[in-house]
Nanobody, 121 residues
């Protein structure tokens, strides 16, 4: 499975940004998708998840109400719309694919290339 995140950049606090992740080598519509992030010096953490049909979503408390996960099964792509960004959102953002429970726990051994989001105050 190949995972390629893109769309990161440098923004000011309060700004919005949308990151994307294209997936290949897997039956995209058969699996849940998740976004994760890793800030410098910290472990990777769960951000958001979406079920395979987009029918339900899950968020970390730290981003609830500010971030929205969505997916386009026709394009094998998952998105993360990030609004009201804060400096503490600064991290490399990654996506991954699998059964919902694995996505919620982030128990993956393989990760694709992430995209860096930097939020300045």
């Amino acid at each position: 499975v190949q995972l390629q995140a893109s769309g990161g950049g440098s923004v000011q606090a309060g700004d919005s940004l949308r990151v994307s992740c294209a997936v290949s080598g897997a039956t995209f519509s058969a699996y849940s998708m998740g976004w994760f992030r890793q800030a410098p010096g910290n472990e990777r953490e769960f951000v958001a998840a979406i079920r395979r049909n987009g029918g339900s979503t899950h968020y970390a408390d730290s981003v609830k109400g500010r971030f929205t996960i969505s997916r386009d099964n026709a394009k094998s792509t998952v998105y993360l719309q990030m609004n009201s960004l804060k400096p503490e959102d600064t991290a490399v953002y990654y996506c991954n694919v699998g059964p919902l429970l694995r996505v919620l726990k982030g128990t993956f051994t393989s990760w694709g290339r992430g995209t860096l989001v930097t939020v300045s105050s």
